[in-house]
């Protein structure tokens, strides 16, 4: 069955640096997603994409998160200057393009630590 | 404003129990819900939506505008049904289908 692979598993990344986070969704999917969940807290989502451009944000997406499509398989976040409250596990996801209620498919997630 | 909230963080019942996972909504226009399970281990999966009204591992949820709730159910508790539960809301198709979730529930079912 395809999943949503997301690379890597985890993360720690001094302050202040960049990180990057990997995923390659459902082959056959053209919405992808970045959520985050800092620890204790609820799963928030951060963008969505479609057809190479940002279709949703949230008011954590900012100047310093970035999403591409590098590729025709890789979908990634970018994280400029990390700050030690970016820590968090990093989801991504994929649907297909419905009309109504795509499920959502989850990756593992990429726990990022930030010291 | 669209919020979720589910009330529970922690729900404890005994196999063969009925359960059930409150989750409430505010949202003025027509919202989507679903039901994302998050079994020990494993990745965020959709249990269920309540456009398609099915019924998955014996779980179902009903969407009640009136109460603006969408409390997920299943009448016998399994031991395999002990999970972190999410209740989700999505806007309508031009929002991007992002999903807004609850804290979540974390459901024990114990033997």
């Known amino acids: 069955e395809p999943e949503v692979t997301q690379t890597p598993s985890h993360q720690v990344t001094q302050m202040g640096q960049e990180v990057i986070l990997r995923c390659v969704p459902i082959s056959n999917h053209l919405y992808f997603y970045w959520y985050r969940q800092i620890l204790g807290q609820k799963v928030e989502f951060l963008v969505s994409?479609?057809?190479?451009?940002?279709?949703?944000k949230s008011e954590i997406f900012d100047d310093q998160f970035s999403v591409e499509r590098p590729d025709g398989s890789n979908f990634t976040l970018k994280i400029r200057s990390t700050k030690l409250e970016d820590s968090a596990m990093y989801f991504c996801a994929s649907s297909e393009d419905r009309l109504w209620s795509p499920e959502a498919f989850f990756g593992q997630g990429t726990r990022l630590t930030v010291v | 404003a669209q919020r979720v909230t589910q009330p529970e963080k922690l729900l404890s019942v005994f196999k063969g129990a009925p359960v059930e996972l409150k989750c409430n909504y505010s949202?003025?226009?027509?919202?989507?819900l679903f039901w994302y399970v998050q079994y020990s281990r494993q990745r965020l999966q959709l249990l269920l939506r309540?456009?398609s009204r099915e019924s998955i591992k014996g779980f179902t949820a009903d969407l009640n505008k009136g109460e603006t709730s969408f409390h997920l159910k299943k009448p016998f508790a399994q031991e395999e049904d002990s999970a972190m539960y999410y209740c989700a809301l999505s806007r309508p198709p031009n929002s991007g289908y992002a999903l807004n979730f609850g804290k979540g529930t974390s459901l024990l079912v114990t033997p």
């Open positions: 309540h456009i």
């Open positions: 994409f479609y057809n190479n451009e940002i279709s949703e």
């Open positions: 949202y003025s226009g027509s919202p989507e």
